[in-house]
């Protein structure tokens, strides 16, 4: 069989198929049942988590959608990009392999694959983005514009998910734990807060509203304007300021009041 004929039809147990010169193209094109012991993952528990509705997902149906994972010549295994619920699950149950579709990647290439996938998962940690966005920079050099780009993100939505670093390490945990799941913008205002008083809107089970009234580190100013006509036939314009939003409207009678006594 010639080599564009064999194109689609890799076989990793056959060492002739190993030797082709064209084998990531023809893996590429194929999607391979892979034994489990022959995959190098590394879990993140940040997001691999909750497989225990996948489990009984797969007992019934099977794996129906692929894992992707980037092969090595020289060590001849493979190496999970995404998937790592699907490949958990699947090892949970007692699987000896997995389909898996292969991608020629690098290093960068996987964990911008990774992210390009898991960046619209609803309940991707911000802790999984920000570690990942923190080994573009670390270890690809990446600055913040380079990152937005690569990962077709604006620079402030990177800068969002780059201030969960500064997190109390008890908010973190709680992150990790899955007992809180607060969304890349509430956790960008969290961090604004001073650490005891965070902890303590965490605790309490502060609203969203709350906390970026928090991360303001001043109240809302609440202004309430009327302009009006005298019967001389000057307008004026009057204005008060209250350092709150909740403002009754008696309040607003008081402080004219108050205003009366000063003229």
């Known amino acids: 069989m010639s080599e564009v004929d064999c194109v689609g039809k890799y076989n990793p147990d056959d060492s002739e198929c190993m030797e082709c010169s064209d084998r990531i193209r023809c893996m590429s094109q194929s ?43 020289e060590t001849r295994r493979f190496r999970l990009i995404f998937g790592g619920r699907r490949y958990q699950a699947a090892k949970n149950l007692g699987h000896a392999e997995i389909p898996v579709i292969v991608k020629e990647a690098s290093d960068l290439d996987n964990l911008l694959l990774r992210l390009h996938e898991n960046i619209h998962r609803e309940n991707y940690s911000p802790l ?13 050099g990446m600055n913040q514009k380079q990152i937005a780009k690569a990962i077709g993100r604006s620079e402030t939505w990177v800068s969002m998910v780059m201030k969960a670093s500064k997190l109390p390490d008890s908010i973190k945990e709680k992150m990790e734990s899955g007992e809180i799941k607060p969304g890349v913008d509430r956790v960008s205002k969290l961090a604004k807060i001073p650490e005891k008083k965070a902890e303590k809107m965490v605790e309490e089970g502060a609203t969203k509203e709350q906390v970026r009234k928090a991360s303001l580190g001043r109240k809302l100013k609440y202004q309430w304007k009327h302009k009006g006509k005298l019967l001389s036939g000057l307008r004026f314009t009057a204005t008060l300021v209250f350092n709150d939003e909740d403002v009754e409207p008696g309040q607003i009678v008081e402080a004219l009041e108050e205003c009366k006594k000063g003229i």
Do not use: C, F, W
């Open 31 to 73: 999607v391979l049942m892979v034994p489990l012991d022959q995959i190098d993952y590394i879990p993140d528990p940040v997001r691999d988590g909750e497989t225990e509705k996948l489990n009984e997902s797969i007992k019934e149906r099977g794996i129906l959608q692929p894992v992707v994972a980037s092969y090595d010549k």
């Open 128 to 140: 999984g983005l920000l570690k990942a966005l923190e080994e573009l920079r670390n270890k690809h």
